[in-house]
């Protein structure tokens, strides 16, 4: 462990951002009177707004959709604030409806913030890591407080449970911090570079959770090289985006970089965070297939939502623009999202043969018993018939014969076979089968 590995905790660097992620449970629909907009937060760039139809440009329609929804039907609201606590500063606030087909409150609150001191101890804060300080986002800045009567943060239980927010921190080195800068636009950058990257993405220092010089971040899938001047790096809990050029001030190329973090590039991370709650829905629903005994329509409704899934939310390809395409693969890398969805769709496929061949037992079963009943009574109504026999005693003794005999037929193996399979096609407990 190197100085400079140690030095990023006391690191104020030239700008910093951070934008923290909270599940929330949606109670209402954010309204005008209490200060919220349609679409996300338009962050301004000179005479660049970012609003809904600057940022749907950038994505595919279908991406877009998912992201902002439409005029008619928004799923995303934001509403400007200016609020500073223990040296944080509130930018504004963003809400993004995840509904998912069992819970429909389901949303996102997206909380942007402006830093006074170093990033990486506010970091290390909000993931309660062992010497870290106290919990920032508390007081005025408590997400509770900021969401009362329309949302309230989910208590990190259940199929959408996460330990702690997610966080996407941005920060610019100064001339002087050349741990993190490359010696010239063509080098190599220093190992310590992808260190401190590791840090601000773990919200870690060395001492939290201390690197194997083996597994190296800049050999992991998970980072994304935007362009000689700055990279990202995306982890389960975290994104971190670090220039790799000192950082001049206002006008140098990094004020469009931290515009990009906090919009376009943080939006492929929003899509790849409704992806994971949605497959952790799918997967949740695999697991009680056979908790009801109506197997069949279980599985057409869990082939239905996998398809709305699919044509909806299931983008691995975002834009035209790679970075946002890196960071959606990165964080879907991280979170083994690929791995899962086909895993899920093997499983959906099985339980449907298995549907398949349970309809084709019952339908067999079906005409297994015409067959049983009908030819004893359908022999001795011919041989009556053959006769001329009109007789109703002859009739009704006829009929009994056929009952006895469909009786003794149903007793046989193949008669059992055939009643079987008719209970089999009713009951999926009868099929043995949970895994």
């Given amino acids: 462990m190197t100085a400079a590995d140690l030095a ?7 700008r910093r951002t951070l934008t923290v992620l909270v599940p929330v449970r949606l109670h209402r629909t954010p309204a005008a009177d209490a200060g919220w907009a349609p679409g996300p937060y338009p962050f301004e760039l000179g005479s660049r707004r970012t609003d809904t139809a600057t940022r749907s440009r950038y994505f595919a329609p279908a991406a877009a959709r998912v992201l902002y929804g439409t005029p008619d039907r928004p799923c995303r609201w934001h509403r400007p604030f200016s609020v500073t606590h223990e040296g944080l500063h509130l930018v504004g606030m963003e809400i993004l409806r995840t509904a998912t087909a069992r819970n429909s409150q389901h949303a996102l609150a997206v909380v942007h913030f402006a830093l006074e001191g170093p990033l990486l101890p506010v970091l290390r804060a909000i993931g309660h890591r062992p010497t870290a300080g106290p919990e920032p986002l508390t007081g005025p800045l408590d997400p509770t407080v900021l969401l009362d009567g329309i949302a309230d943060v989910r208590d990190g239980t259940g199929t959408f449970a996460i330990a702690r927010p997610y966080t996407v921190a941005f920060m610019t080195p100064e001339a002087h911090h050349t741990p993190a800068l490359r010696p010239d636009p063509e080098a190599l950058l220093p190992p310590t570079a992808d260190r401190w990257l590791w840090q601000l993405a773990s919200r870690s220092n060395p001492g939290d959770l201390p690197l194997a010089p083996e597994s190296a971040p800049h050999h992991d899938a998970s980072t994304v090289r935007i362009s000689a001047d700055w990279s990202a790096l995306v982890l389960r809990h975290g994104a971190a985006f670090l220039g790799h050029r000192g950082d001049t001030g206002d006008g140098d190329f990094y004020d469009f970089a931290a515009l990009h973090a906090r919009t376009v590039y943080l939006d492929a991370l929003l899509l790849g965070s409704l992806q994971r709650d949605h497959i952790d829905e799918l997967t949740e629903e695999l697991s009680e297939v056979f908790d009801s005994e109506r197997l069949t ?18 983008r691995q390809h975002l834009t035209a623009h790679g970075p946002a395409n890196g960071l959606l693969l990165a964080f879907q890398h991280q979170h083994r999202l690929p791995e899962r969805f086909a895993e899920i769709l093997a499983e959906a496929a099985d339980y449907s043969r298995l549907v398949q061949t349970l309809e084709s037992q019952q339908i067999s079963g079906a005409l297994g018993v015409l067959t049983v009943l009908g030819l004893p009574l359908g022999t001795a109504l011919g041989v009556l018939q053959v006769l001329g026999d009109e007789s109703v005693s002859h009739l009704l003794v006829a009929l009994g014969l056929s009952v006895a005999a469909t009786a003794a037929a149903l007793t046989t193996r193949y008669g059992r076979l055939v009643l079987s399979s008719l209970r089999g096609g009713g009951r999926t407990r009868d099929t043995g089968g949970r895994r």
């Fill in 8 to 14: 990023l905790e006391t690191v104020t660097g030239a």
């Fill in 297 to 314: 329509r279980r599985v057409t409704a869990l082939e239905k939502n996998i398809a709305r899934f699919r044509s909806t939310y299931w």
